[in-house]
Protein backbone atom coordinates (compact mmCIF):
# COMPACT_ATOMS: atom_id res chain seq x y z
CA UNK A 1 0.00 0.00 0.00
CA UNK A 2 1.20 3.62 -0.66
CA UNK A 3 2.35 5.95 1.93
CA UNK A 4 -0.73 8.18 2.98
CA UNK A 5 0.66 11.04 5.34
CA UNK A 6 1.59 14.46 3.85
CA UNK A 7 2.07 17.41 5.39
CA UNK A 8 -0.42 20.32 5.30
CA UNK A 9 0.09 23.32 3.24
CA UNK A 10 1.08 26.60 5.65
CA UNK A 11 -2.26 28.23 4.97
CA UNK A 12 -4.27 25.29 5.78
CA UNK A 13 -2.09 25.13 9.04
CA UNK A 14 -2.74 28.23 10.03
CA UNK A 15 -6.57 28.14 9.10
CA UNK A 16 -6.56 25.18 11.57
CA UNK A 17 -4.69 27.00 14.17
CA UNK A 18 -6.44 30.32 13.79
CA UNK A 19 -9.59 28.12 15.07
CA UNK A 20 -7.78 28.34 18.36
CA UNK A 21 -7.24 31.75 18.78
CA UNK A 22 -9.63 33.24 16.26
CA UNK A 23 -13.18 32.37 17.33
CA UNK A 24 -15.42 35.22 16.65
CA UNK A 25 -14.66 39.06 15.54
CA UNK A 26 -14.42 39.82 19.71
CA UNK A 27 -11.02 37.20 19.73
CA UNK A 28 -8.95 39.27 17.06
CA UNK A 29 -10.37 42.50 19.00
CA UNK A 30 -8.57 41.30 21.75
CA UNK A 31 -5.55 39.67 19.95
CA UNK A 32 -4.90 43.36 18.16
CA UNK A 33 -5.86 45.61 21.21
CA UNK A 34 -3.35 43.86 23.43
CA UNK A 35 -0.18 44.12 20.94
CA UNK A 36 -1.32 47.77 20.47
CA UNK A 37 -0.85 47.82 24.37
CA UNK A 38 2.19 45.85 24.15
CA UNK A 39 3.78 48.32 21.44
CA UNK A 40 3.77 50.99 24.21
CA UNK A 41 0.70 52.88 22.30
CA UNK A 42 -1.41 55.96 24.38
CA UNK A 43 -3.45 56.19 22.21
CA UNK A 44 -5.50 53.55 20.35
CA UNK A 45 -8.57 53.36 18.05
CA UNK A 46 -10.86 50.11 17.36
CA UNK A 47 -13.06 50.57 14.35
CA UNK A 48 -15.40 47.82 13.27
CA UNK A 49 -18.38 48.16 10.74
CA UNK A 50 -21.00 45.09 11.10
CA UNK A 51 -19.87 44.17 14.63
CA UNK A 52 -16.47 43.16 13.13
CA UNK A 53 -17.82 40.90 10.57
CA UNK A 54 -16.79 43.77 7.71
CA UNK A 55 -13.91 45.37 9.58
CA UNK A 56 -12.06 45.32 12.54
CA UNK A 57 -9.26 48.12 12.41
CA UNK A 58 -6.84 49.19 15.38
CA UNK A 59 -4.98 52.32 15.05
CA UNK A 60 -2.45 52.65 17.47
CA UNK A 61 0.93 55.27 17.86
CA UNK A 62 3.45 52.79 19.47
CA UNK A 63 6.56 52.03 18.09
CA UNK A 64 5.65 50.33 14.96
CA UNK A 65 7.71 48.20 13.27
CA UNK A 66 10.50 48.05 10.23
CA UNK A 67 10.20 47.03 6.76
CA UNK A 68 11.56 43.29 7.47
CA UNK A 69 9.17 43.07 10.60
CA UNK A 70 5.86 44.37 9.02
CA UNK A 71 6.48 40.88 6.90
CA UNK A 72 7.50 38.70 9.65
CA UNK A 73 5.21 39.47 12.24
CA UNK A 74 2.95 37.42 10.09
CA UNK A 75 4.55 34.53 10.26
CA UNK A 76 3.82 32.11 12.99
CA UNK A 77 5.42 31.63 16.52
CA UNK A 78 6.67 34.71 15.37
CA UNK A 79 7.24 36.93 18.31
CA UNK A 80 9.66 39.67 19.38
CA UNK A 81 7.97 39.28 22.78
CA UNK A 82 10.08 35.98 23.83
CA UNK A 83 13.17 34.22 23.24
CA UNK A 84 13.44 30.90 25.35
CA UNK A 85 10.78 28.82 27.00
CA UNK A 86 12.21 30.62 30.54
CA UNK A 87 10.86 33.72 29.24
CA UNK A 88 7.32 32.77 29.99
CA UNK A 89 7.79 32.96 33.24
CA UNK A 90 8.87 36.50 33.76
CA UNK A 91 6.31 37.44 30.78
CA UNK A 92 5.39 41.09 31.36
CA UNK A 93 3.98 41.47 28.00
CA UNK A 94 -0.02 40.64 27.45
CA UNK A 95 1.57 38.09 24.32
CA UNK A 96 3.84 35.87 24.04
CA UNK A 97 2.77 33.07 21.62
CA UNK A 98 3.59 35.04 18.40
CA UNK A 99 -0.09 33.14 16.41
CA UNK A 100 -2.58 36.56 16.45
CA UNK A 101 -1.23 37.68 13.67
CA UNK A 102 -0.68 34.42 11.80
CA UNK A 103 -3.99 33.38 12.93
CA UNK A 104 -5.30 36.49 11.43
CA UNK A 105 -3.94 36.43 8.24
CA UNK A 106 -5.00 33.38 7.48
CA UNK A 107 -8.81 33.78 7.74
CA UNK A 108 -9.31 37.57 6.83
CA UNK A 109 -8.17 40.27 4.01
CA UNK A 110 -5.70 42.08 5.75
CA UNK A 111 -4.20 45.53 5.55
CA UNK A 112 -1.15 46.73 7.78
CA UNK A 113 0.56 50.02 7.69
CA UNK A 114 3.40 50.44 10.07
CA UNK A 115 6.30 53.07 10.43
CA UNK A 116 8.79 53.78 13.20
CA UNK A 117 9.80 56.56 14.75
CA UNK A 118 13.25 56.42 12.90
CA UNK A 119 11.98 55.56 9.60
CA UNK A 120 11.34 58.22 6.94
CA UNK A 121 8.81 56.26 5.49
CA UNK A 122 6.39 53.62 6.84
CA UNK A 123 5.31 50.17 5.36
CA UNK A 124 1.47 48.97 3.83
CA UNK A 125 1.45 45.40 3.03
CA UNK A 126 -1.45 43.56 2.21
CA UNK A 127 -2.13 39.71 2.57
CA UNK A 128 -4.70 37.16 1.56
CA UNK A 129 -4.80 33.72 2.70
CA UNK A 130 -1.38 33.71 4.78
CA UNK A 131 0.02 35.18 1.38
CA UNK A 132 1.57 38.97 0.73
CA UNK A 133 -0.26 39.97 -1.78
CA UNK A 134 0.77 43.42 -1.96
CA UNK A 135 4.09 45.58 -0.38
CA UNK A 136 5.08 49.41 -0.59
CA UNK A 137 6.19 52.42 1.12
CA UNK A 138 3.86 54.62 2.52
CA UNK A 139 3.91 58.10 3.88
CA UNK A 140 2.42 58.18 7.67
CA UNK A 141 2.75 59.07 11.36
CA UNK A 142 4.70 56.74 14.03
CA UNK A 143 2.36 53.33 15.09
CA UNK A 144 0.65 50.99 13.39
CA UNK A 145 -2.61 50.12 11.86
CA UNK A 146 -4.41 46.90 11.19
CA UNK A 147 -7.14 46.47 8.90
CA UNK A 148 -8.81 43.11 8.89
CA UNK A 149 -11.76 42.66 6.56
CA UNK A 150 -14.27 40.18 5.68
CA UNK A 151 -13.53 37.57 8.68
CA UNK A 152 -13.68 33.82 7.95
CA UNK A 153 -14.68 35.09 4.16
CA UNK A 154 -12.46 31.52 3.17
CA UNK A 155 -14.00 29.85 5.69
CA UNK A 156 -17.43 29.61 4.98
CA UNK A 157 -18.34 27.07 7.70
CA UNK A 158 -17.40 29.31 10.31
CA UNK A 159 -18.37 32.63 9.20
CA UNK A 160 -21.99 30.44 9.54
CA UNK A 161 -21.76 30.61 13.05
CA UNK A 162 -21.25 34.12 13.71
CA UNK A 163 -24.08 35.32 15.96
CA UNK A 164 -26.29 38.87 14.89
CA UNK A 165 -24.78 41.69 14.33
CA UNK A 166 -25.47 42.84 18.29
CA UNK A 167 -24.52 39.61 19.58
CA UNK A 168 -21.67 40.04 17.98
CA UNK A 169 -21.09 43.32 18.95
CA UNK A 170 -21.71 42.45 22.36
CA UNK A 171 -18.58 40.65 22.51
CA UNK A 172 -16.37 43.48 21.08
CA UNK A 173 -17.32 45.80 23.37
CA UNK A 174 -16.69 43.00 26.73
CA UNK A 175 -13.51 42.62 25.12
CA UNK A 176 -12.58 46.25 24.22
CA UNK A 177 -13.79 47.24 28.20
CA UNK A 178 -11.28 44.36 29.76
CA UNK A 179 -8.66 46.27 27.86
CA UNK A 180 -9.51 49.60 28.71
CA UNK A 181 -9.88 48.97 32.28
CA UNK A 182 -6.79 47.76 31.93
CA UNK A 183 -5.00 50.38 31.26
CA UNK A 184 -6.31 53.46 32.06
CA UNK A 185 -4.03 55.55 31.47
CA UNK A 186 -3.61 54.85 27.62
CA UNK A 187 -6.72 56.89 25.31
CA UNK A 188 -9.21 54.21 23.65
CA UNK A 189 -11.81 55.07 21.68
CA UNK A 190 -14.28 52.41 19.99
CA UNK A 191 -16.78 53.28 16.85
CA UNK A 192 -19.04 50.51 15.09
CA UNK A 193 -20.40 51.51 12.04
CA UNK A 194 -18.88 55.01 12.01
CA UNK A 195 -20.94 55.90 15.25
CA UNK A 196 -18.66 55.92 18.64
CA UNK A 197 -19.52 54.15 21.14
CA UNK A 198 -16.84 55.27 23.58
CA UNK A 199 -14.23 57.81 23.84
CA UNK A 200 -11.83 57.56 27.06
CA UNK A 201 -9.53 59.78 27.73
CA UNK A 202 -6.27 58.96 29.72
CA UNK A 203 -7.15 58.83 33.57
CA UNK A 204 -7.24 57.33 36.65
CA UNK A 205 -8.29 54.11 37.41
CA UNK A 206 -11.71 55.15 38.76
CA UNK A 207 -11.95 57.93 36.33
CA UNK A 208 -11.92 55.15 33.93
CA UNK A 209 -14.41 52.75 35.74
CA UNK A 210 -16.93 55.62 35.90
CA UNK A 211 -16.43 56.25 32.09
CA UNK A 212 -16.99 52.91 31.57
CA UNK A 213 -19.22 51.64 33.90
CA UNK A 214 -21.23 54.72 34.97
CA UNK A 215 -20.67 57.83 36.91
CA UNK A 216 -23.00 56.62 39.45
CA UNK A 217 -20.28 54.56 40.60
CA UNK A 218 -17.66 57.46 41.69
CA UNK A 219 -19.56 57.83 45.20
CA UNK A 220 -20.30 53.95 45.62
CA UNK A 221 -16.78 52.58 45.06
CA UNK A 222 -14.12 51.85 48.24
CA UNK A 223 -10.50 51.64 46.98
CA UNK A 224 -8.27 48.65 48.05
CA UNK A 225 -5.15 48.32 48.63
CA UNK A 226 -2.48 45.90 50.03
CA UNK A 227 1.11 45.02 49.55
CA UNK A 228 2.81 42.58 50.62
CA UNK A 229 6.34 40.49 49.46
CA UNK A 230 4.53 38.14 48.02
CA UNK A 231 1.43 39.80 45.82
CA UNK A 232 0.33 43.49 45.37
CA UNK A 233 -3.38 44.05 45.23
CA UNK A 234 -5.06 47.29 43.97
CA UNK A 235 -8.56 48.50 42.36
CA UNK A 236 -12.19 49.01 43.58
CA UNK A 237 -14.86 47.54 44.59
CA UNK A 238 -18.60 48.67 45.11
CA UNK A 239 -20.49 49.56 48.40
CA UNK A 240 -22.88 46.74 49.10
CA UNK A 241 -25.74 48.85 47.68
CA UNK A 242 -24.14 48.48 44.23
CA UNK A 243 -24.89 44.26 44.45
CA UNK A 244 -26.84 43.60 41.32
CA UNK A 245 -28.76 40.34 40.45
CA UNK A 246 -26.75 39.91 37.12
CA UNK A 247 -23.05 39.20 37.51
CA UNK A 248 -21.89 41.90 35.09
CA UNK A 249 -19.48 44.56 36.54
CA UNK A 250 -16.54 41.63 38.02
CA UNK A 251 -13.16 41.98 36.44
CA UNK A 252 -10.54 40.46 38.40
CA UNK A 253 -6.41 41.41 36.91
CA UNK A 254 -3.77 39.35 36.94
CA UNK A 255 -0.84 41.35 35.85
CA UNK A 256 -3.14 43.24 33.80
CA UNK A 257 -4.57 40.57 32.34
CA UNK A 258 -8.03 40.02 32.49
CA UNK A 259 -8.82 36.64 33.87
CA UNK A 260 -12.26 34.37 34.52
CA UNK A 261 -11.53 32.97 38.10
CA UNK A 262 -14.85 31.15 39.94
CA UNK A 263 -12.15 30.66 42.69
CA UNK A 264 -11.03 34.34 43.29
CA UNK A 265 -14.64 35.36 42.81
CA UNK A 266 -15.85 33.39 45.45
CA UNK A 267 -12.99 35.00 47.54
CA UNK A 268 -14.47 38.36 47.01
CA UNK A 269 -18.61 37.12 47.61
CA UNK A 270 -17.65 35.68 50.76
CA UNK A 271 -15.62 38.70 52.37
CA UNK A 272 -19.26 40.55 51.60
CA UNK A 273 -21.21 37.76 53.65
CA UNK A 274 -24.32 38.76 55.32
CA UNK A 275 -23.28 42.37 53.79
CA UNK A 276 -25.70 41.62 50.55
CA UNK A 277 -28.59 39.87 49.35
CA UNK A 278 -28.02 36.24 48.59
CA UNK A 279 -27.64 35.59 44.79
CA UNK A 280 -26.70 39.47 44.19
CA UNK A 281 -23.23 40.34 42.75
CA UNK A 282 -21.27 43.35 44.06
CA UNK A 283 -19.28 45.58 41.34
CA UNK A 284 -15.32 45.08 41.78
CA UNK A 285 -12.19 45.77 39.39
CA UNK A 286 -9.51 44.26 40.85
CA UNK A 287 -5.80 44.01 40.28
CA UNK A 288 -3.77 41.26 41.49
CA UNK A 289 0.27 41.70 40.75
CA UNK A 290 2.92 39.39 41.73
CA UNK A 291 5.66 37.57 40.07
CA UNK A 292 5.19 36.34 36.82
CA UNK A 293 7.02 33.30 37.83
CA UNK A 294 4.20 32.22 40.49
CA UNK A 295 1.65 32.10 37.42
CA UNK A 296 1.46 30.02 34.34
CA UNK A 297 -0.54 32.26 32.06
CA UNK A 298 -0.03 29.26 29.13
CA UNK A 299 -2.87 27.27 29.77
CA UNK A 300 -5.24 28.08 27.36
CA UNK A 301 -4.53 29.92 23.51
CA UNK A 302 -6.92 32.97 24.54
CA UNK A 303 -4.64 33.06 27.89
CA UNK A 304 -8.03 34.13 30.05
CA UNK A 305 -7.56 30.95 32.18
CA UNK A 306 -4.52 31.16 34.33
CA UNK A 307 -2.51 29.00 37.10
CA UNK A 308 -0.93 30.25 40.37
CA UNK A 309 1.45 28.13 41.91
CA UNK A 310 0.19 28.54 44.77
CA UNK A 311 -4.17 29.26 44.84
CA UNK A 312 -4.67 29.20 48.58
CA UNK A 313 -2.48 31.85 49.11
CA UNK A 314 -3.84 34.15 46.78
CA UNK A 315 -7.43 33.41 47.58
CA UNK A 316 -6.85 34.11 51.24
CA UNK A 317 -5.26 37.52 50.37
CA UNK A 318 -7.81 38.59 48.17
CA UNK A 319 -10.52 37.93 50.63
CA UNK A 320 -8.45 40.07 53.63
CA UNK A 321 -7.91 42.46 51.14
CA UNK A 322 -11.65 43.07 50.45
CA UNK A 323 -12.94 42.57 54.31
CA UNK A 324 -10.32 45.41 55.39
CA UNK A 325 -11.47 47.60 52.56
CA UNK A 326 -14.98 47.24 53.73
CA UNK A 327 -14.18 47.50 57.31
CA UNK A 328 -12.30 50.73 56.69
CA UNK A 329 -15.31 52.23 55.21
CA UNK A 330 -16.61 50.87 58.09
CA UNK A 331 -19.56 49.00 56.17
CA UNK A 332 -19.57 46.49 58.04
CA UNK A 333 -20.22 46.07 61.96
CA UNK A 334 -17.94 43.18 62.80
CA UNK A 335 -14.67 41.70 61.21
CA UNK A 336 -12.03 39.01 61.89
CA UNK A 337 -8.74 39.66 59.73
CA UNK A 338 -7.22 37.10 58.18
CA UNK A 339 -3.86 38.70 57.43
P1 LIG B 1 2.68 38.12 20.01
O1 LIG B 1 1.90 39.32 20.40
O2 LIG B 1 2.30 36.92 20.81
O3 LIG B 1 4.16 38.36 19.98
P2 LIG B 1 1.40 38.50 17.42
O4 LIG B 1 1.14 37.56 16.30
O5 LIG B 1 0.22 39.14 18.06
O6 LIG B 1 2.26 37.71 18.50
O7 LIG B 1 2.39 39.64 16.91
C1 LIG B 1 3.66 39.27 16.37
C2 LIG B 1 4.68 40.38 16.55
O8 LIG B 1 4.34 41.48 15.73
C3 LIG B 1 4.76 40.94 17.96
O9 LIG B 1 5.63 40.18 18.79
C4 LIG B 1 5.28 42.36 17.70
O10 LIG B 1 6.69 42.36 17.59
C5 LIG B 1 4.70 42.70 16.34
N1 LIG B 1 3.49 43.54 16.45
C6 LIG B 1 2.21 43.10 16.39
N2 LIG B 1 1.33 44.13 16.51
C7 LIG B 1 2.09 45.25 16.65
C8 LIG B 1 1.78 46.65 16.82
N3 LIG B 1 0.51 47.10 16.87
N4 LIG B 1 2.81 47.52 16.92
C9 LIG B 1 4.11 47.09 16.86
N5 LIG B 1 4.45 45.79 16.71
C10 LIG B 1 3.47 44.88 16.60
MG1 LIG C 1 -0.15 39.50 20.14
Given at each position: MADRIQLLPDNIANQIAAGEVIQRPASAV??????????????????????????????????????TDARMCFERHATSKIQNINDLFHIRTMGFRGEALASIAAVAQVEMRTKRDQDE????????????????????VTGTSI?????????????????????????IVDEFIRVALAFPHIFFSLTNNGQQLFHLDAGSLKQRITQILGSGYAAKVVPVKEETDYLNIHGFIGKPETAKKTRGDQYFFVNNRFIKSPYLNHAVMSAYQDMIPADSFPMYVLFIDLDPAQVDVNVHPTKQ????????????????????????FSITPSLEFDL
Open positions: KELLENAVDAGATEIKLLVNDAGKALIQVIDNGVGMSEAGTCIEIENSVVVKQSPVAMAMKNLFFNVPARRNFLKSNPVELRHEIKFEDEKIVYAFVQAAVKHALAQ
